[in-house]
């Protein structure tokens, strides 16, 4: 297995990621539609069987201006140890900071008895029957994921303020890391941060990075 790796973060247009899926269709072995979705479902990591095809596309993306590299295998990243409010704070000289908004949604089944009449006392009428209803209720929750890596080792901060996160970066050596995009916008009057709407996606975005930093 190969896999090419983006280089650089940065948007890509729909008009190059259009030319992109086009250069990886011309071999024929994938569909033009097969290719799109590889592009914006990839989050900068395309995975390719045969190295001679890895080769040629990546050459064909960097005559695009597309930065990229490959990879005979990913490098593992470390796993998160969650730091709550008022831990300490690693000294490690940080080599990625990644910061994003997770807006996430989950639905839960809420019953509830519909008594079809009324009630004598504590008791049902005898003789009315009751019914279960069933609502489907959307829950949605909005927080800021502060991810700070060393080769070795992985911090990450959530919550629902920025400025909680804000206060944690401010106290970290980020002189030797890379900042991601949502750190870079902590300087901007916006602050627009990236939105992701699954842990699965933040997690792919996260592999991503850590490879384009470290591998």
Do not use: C
Not at 8 to 25: L, S, Y
Not at 40 to 60: K, T
Not at 189 to 215: C, G, N
């Amino acid at each position: 297995m190969v896999y090419l790796i983006q280089g650089d973060e940065f948007e890509i247009t729909p008009d190059m990621r259009e030319r992109m899926a086009q250069v990886m269709a011309e071999s024929g072995v994938l569909t033009l539609a097969d290719t799109r979705y590889r592009i914006r479902s990839g989050q900068g990591i395309l995975q390719f069987h045969d190295r001679a095809e890895a080769e040629r596309v990546a050459a064909r993306f960097t005559e695009m201006g597309f930065a990229n590299f490959l990879l005979d295998e990913l490098v593992e990243p470390p796993r998160a140890r969650l730091l709550g409010v008022g831990a300490t704070i690693p000294e490690d000289p940080m080599g990625l900071v990644v910061l994003v908004r997770l807006d996430t949604e989950t639905k839960r089944v809420v019953r509830d008895v519909d008594q079809m009449g009324a009630r004598v006392g504590y008791g049902m009428i005898p003789g009315l029957g009751f019914e279960m209803e069933q609502d489907v209720v959307t829950d949605r929750k909005t927080q800021y994921v502060l991810d700070l890596y060393t080769r070795e080792s992985h911090w990450r901060v959530k919550s629902g303020a920025l400025v909680r996160i804000v206060d944690v970066f401010t106290t970290v050596d980020v002189s030797e890391a890379y900042l991601s995009e949502g750190v870079r916008s902590l300087s901007h009057s916006d602050r627009s941060v990236p939105v992701f709407i699954s842990e699965k996606v933040h997690e792919k975005h996260l592999t991503w990075l850590y490879q384009m930093r470290f591998a």
